[in-house]
């Protein structure tokens, strides 16, 4: 078993040392390189006791508390992609007081077995029995929530919610699998498995782990190489052409980025930076400034103008307020939704004002031509599927 925890410890490593090394990161990776270390830790210390006390009994049977860590990190992660993490944010610790209570007893159990030459005091029996009850508890109770959070996860972090749902799975699983263990210990001699409970469960564990960080170092990669080509914003919806007339914004001029221009940058650089001013868009909501213009966008980013317009235009397909009008489309799509639900009616110009639009005709056509309908015949609408583009607008929304 030691070599499952070794090969565990190693990959976890391995994983973490990708987001390290690579500049291009975003404030949800801080999270899963926490995660990371919890596994480095956890399996590298049982590492250590397999290797230096072969024979000792009481790493088999000593509960780590960072056991009761991975599942708040989980639930902390999906809060955070689902944009709900301002909200939970001060709420945040108290997910974790099991663990540190649990770290506490831990720490003095240990102090006490040095004390004793190796002695265990009869208190690990309680503590082995408190967090292995909480685990089986909490496991199942945040991968539920972080499946029911998922839904909330925009579509265009389409890997990292899939990385979410394998997460939350192997816990499932793994409790499962912890709950057979319990009943199969409950049952006569003559109807039980003769297996080795704690073997078998640090296994499985160990594997659940071992599997979590190959996704984890999966999602990573595929975030450096930035695969995806575009917003999602609508799943049928026709190519953007190269150049496309595009609505003057009021008191502006009109939006020369689009024109061909000859490329400066790599494929892997312009991925770089259109994966940067998704994150930009989505953590800060630069979209809902009235004024925001290139040049300003630009600047906040701390990039060349031209290189941005080169990124929008020639790798995601669109201009620049193609770009910024999608998502403040999805903003007002968002607000009419939760308008409809609370059997309100809204003042539609002023929740596009609200969303970063400041001029009427334009955030009409732009309405139009993303959801496919007038935004008083949407509001009407009784249907959750009015047309293909508006079902996937939501899709992308909840």
């Known amino acids: 078993m030691k070599y499952i925890i070794l090969l565990g410890a190693f990959q976890a ?46 790493h088999k049977q000593y509960y780590t508390f960072i056991t009761l860590m991975y599942a708040p990190v ?17 709420s945040n610790y108290l997910h ?128 450096l190489m930035d695969t995806g080509t575009s917003l999602p914003l609508l799943e049928n919806a026709p190519p953007v052409a190269a150049v496309t007339e595009e609505p003057l914004e009021e008191g502006g001029m009109p939006d020369t980025s689009s024109l061909p221009r000859k490329s400066v940058l790599s494929a892997p650089q312009q991925a770089a930076i259109a994966a940067q001013v998704k994150q930009w868009m989505y953590e800060k909501a630069l979209y809902k400034d009235p004024e925001l213009t290139l040049d300003k966008l630009a600047a906040v980013m701390e990039i060349s103008r031209h290189h941005l317009s080169e990124a929008l235009n ?33 003042n539609i110009l002023s929740l596009a004002f609200e969303a970063g639009f400041h001029s009427k005709s334009s955030f009409n056509q732009y309405f139009k031509k993303v959801t496919g309908t007038t935004p008083s015949a949407y509001m009407k609408s009784k249907n959750t599927v009015v047309i293909t583009a508006q079902s996937t607008v939501n899709g992308a929304l909840t």
């Open 13 to 58: 490593l391995v994983v973490f040392s990708i987001f390290v090394i690579s500049h291009k990161k975003r404030s949800s990776d801080n999270i899963l390189s926490w995660f990371l270390m919890l596994v480095f830790v956890h399996l590298g210390a049982g590492f250590m006791l397999h290797t230096l006390f072969p024979h000792a009994e009481i």
């Open 74 to 90: 989980l639930w902390m992660y999906t809060t955070h992609l689902s944009g709900r993490c301002q909200q939970a944010r001060r």
């Open 96 to 223: 974790f007081l099991p663990a540190i209570g649990a770290a506490i007893v831990y720490f003095a159990i240990a102090g006490y077995i040095i004390a004793h030459n190796g002695k265990t005091p009869p208190a690990i029996i309680y503590y082995n029995q408190t967090v292995g009850y909480i685990a089986l508890v909490s496991y199942p109770l945040y991968a539920i929530l972080s499946l029911w959070e998922a839904r909330r996860i925009p579509a265009f972090w389409q890997s990292e919610k899939q990385l979410v749902r394998f997460m939350a799975i192997m816990f499932l699983a793994t409790t499962l699998f912890s709950c057979l263990l319990t009943v199969n210990n409950t049952l006569s001699p003559a109807s039980r498995f003769i297996i080795d409970t704690h073997l078998w469960g640090r296994i499985i564990t160990y594997i659940s782990l071992l599997s979590i960080c190959l996704a984890i170092g999966r999602v990573r990669i595929l975030f």
């Open 314 to 346: 020639q790798y995601l397909g669109q201009s620049f307020y193609q770009f910024i009008n999608e998502y403040r489309i999805r903003e007002v799509v968002k607000l009419l939704d939760k308008h409809r639900q609370d059997k309100e009616i809204p």
